[in-house]
């Protein structure tokens, strides 16, 4: 996999960066001066059949950012993204990348398809040779292979790769041809845990050289981590666009649950009563408290004084799938 | 257009990679020997009219060639990559799908090219059968008869679930197409009332418009116009049901 090394990382993309000199002028200018919608989308519909698969979805891109498209399985993620990737015509709305039709960009624009293979037999190498000459100016191949870790398997045939690293290899190709927008669908599906931290590095890397990611994914996780801002997607429609932190704000203002089984009984104005509680809820055995500030403290505190023990004690901060369940009532990571 | 170069040569090392083509460019070759060499099958006869079992024979191994070439390799190698997405992807790319199929059509053209070549070239250095004496004419039976067949792999391609699929219903088809050519039965030797359905299958007119131009005259004209029918009807088909993904 790709080095966990700090230094490795930021460095990482920066000698091939140094080469495509135009590229760098292109979009490190925009960053971080206004943003520059990159991709606008207005009102998009898609329908198979009688199913409604997209639903009036508006939203607009920033240069150099990680746009995150979060939501259940169904949700109508990935034929937006297709949608935009120019690979499914629209049923209604308008869509804009860089400024043009989606199909009139694709040498600016790299995609990871959620669904597509390789020829069996191809290797490696050819299939990043073959990908790199469809665009103007190519990234460094050999380099992409080093980033995901897939040097060593260079002369492998598609077939004989592991679920994982054909994954990192559709991820390359994403990239080969040094697109200033990069789509990426379900990218670390089928990853395991440390080549997904790996991937999740790499793709903060790109993003630092300054490439607008779109990242798909029904990975609260993954969102959190990586994106700078996301749009939640339930049923084909966006129900909230934000930055992680302020989707969480909305539930609770954000704040943190302590759940815990009381030794003795108590009335909820016991705890009510304190500033840093905001709701309380109880089931068959168990008591859960949202609140902010310093609400472990506080609950603590007013409990001990009543000579109530808390007994299997957790904290939990508010998260993405609070929100998501908040904002929908249904739960992301359903399966 | 756009990467086709790089798409062909890919799909050179690709078709070269699959042990299946070496049987598909065996057979026709291997059988040219046997008949060659079965004395029976190379001295005149009167089933023949005087010719030879082999004269008559080359010709619809030509056939032969088009049929697995256009039946087992191209609609099989589609019917794959639509499956896994392999057109999909390239439909995101600057490159546009339809390069690959011509990327396929190509490969299989100079294959099947050779292959011609190296038969007619065999069963004339080794066993005398003569080289096509209206060679005009045996071109055109040929490229209409590779245009009707791969038209045909082409919607099989289209309208198979995947490539396990296109190859099954390749071969199911080659026995009914490889019999009206006369793979059994070759020129004289089949019966009258078959080669009156034959006139109208691609590769029955295929043959029968190639053993004239071998003769030495032009192809009739109704051999010709089934081959423009089958070509044009099945490559309209097609364009109208392929499906990229």
């Not at chain 2, 070269?16 to 060499?37: A, H, Q, S, T, Y």
Request: charged share 20%; proline share 6%.
């Amino acid at each position: 996999m790709a080095s966990p090394t700090p230094g490795v990382r930021s460095d990482g993309f920066d000698t091939q960066w140094r080469i495509n000199s135009v590229a760098v002028s292109r979009t490190t200018n925009f960053r971080g001066v206004s943003p520059v919608a990159v991709i606008e989308v207005s009102n998009l519909r898609k329908k198979y059949g009688e199913h409604i698969a997209v639903d009036d979805v508006s939203f607009t891109v920033e240069r150099g950012e990680i746009f995150g498209i979060l939501g259940p399985n169904g949700a109508g993620k990935t034929t937006t993204v297709e949608c935009v990737e120019g690979l499914r015509p629209a049923d209604g709305g308008t869509i804009s990348v860089l400024g043009m039709r989606p199909q009139d960009v694709r040498e600016r624009v790299g995609v990871q398809l959620q669904t597509s293979q390789l020829p069996e037999k191809m290797r490696v190498r050819e299939a990043m040779d073959l990908f790199a000459s469809f665009y103007p100016r190519p990234a460094d191949g050999a380099k992409l292979l080093d980033d995901l870790g897939l040097t060593a398997k260079r002369d492998a045939r598609y077939k004989d790769l592991s679920g994982g690293q054909q994954q990192r290899l559709a991820i390359a190709l994403a990239l080969v041809g040094d697109p200033e927008i990069a789509f990426l669908d379900e990218l670390t599906t089928g990853l395991d845990p440390q080549a997904r931290r790996d991937t999740w590095q790499l793709i903060e890397g790109v993003r630092d050289r300054g490439v607008t990611v779109v990242l798909v994914t029904h990975f609260m996780e993954e969102a959190e981590r990586l994106c700078d801002r996301l749009a939640l997607v339930d049923s084909g429609r966006i129900v909230a666009i934000d930055t992680p932190a302020g989707l969480v704000s909305r539930v609770d203002g954000g704040g943190q649950r302590l759940r815990f089984r009381p030794s003795v009984s108590f009335p909820d104005s016991l705890l009510t009563a304190l500033p840093e509680v905001t709701g309380i809820a109880r089931t068959a055995s168990q008591v859960v408290v949202s609140g902010n500030g310093n609400l472990l403290q506080a609950v603590s505190a007013a409990l001990t004084a009543h000579n109530v023990v808390a007994l299997d004690l957790r904290v939990e901060q508010t998260n993405l799938e609070d929100a998501f369940m908040a904002l929908t009532g249904r739960e992301l990571e359903g399966e | 257009m756009t990467g086709l170069s790089r798409l062909t040569g890919s799909e050179f090392r690709l078709m070269f990679r699959d042990p299946g083509v070496f049987f598909v460019l065996g057979i026709p070759i291997l059988l040219v020997l046997i008949f060659g060499l079965i004395p029976a099958m190379s001295s005149p006869s009167p089933d023949f009219g005087g010719g030879r079992f082999i004269d008559y024979y080359v010709p619809v191994l030509v056939t032969m060639i088009i049929a697995m070439l256009s039946l087992n390799v191209l609609a099989g190698v589609l019917g794959t990559y639509r499956e896994r997405g392999v057109l999909r992807r390239l439909g995101v790319t600057p490159v546009r799908p339809a390069a690959l199929l011509m990327a396929q059509a190509l490969v299989n053209l100079a294959v099947l090219l050779a292959m011609t070549v190296a038969l007619l070239l065999i069963a004339n250095l080794a066993f005398d059968v003569p080289m096509p004496r209206q060679l005009p004419g045996f071109l055109l039976a040929l490229v209409l008869s590779i245009g009707a067949m791969f038209g045909l792999g082409l919607v099989i391609a289209a309208l198979a679930p995947n490539g396990k699929a296109a190859n099954g219903i390749g071969t199911v088809l080659f026995f009914p197409l490889g019999f009206l050519a006369g793979l059994w039965t070759p020129g004289p030797l089949m019966p009258s009332a078959i080669r009156h359905i034959a006139d109208f299958s691609p590769l029955g007119a295929g043959v029968q418009a190639m053993q004239r131009a071998w003769d030495g005259s032009f192809p009739e004209p109704l051999h010709l116009i089934v081959l423009v029918a089958y070509t044009a009807g099945l490559g309209f088909l097609a364009a109208k049901v392929f499906r990229w993904d």
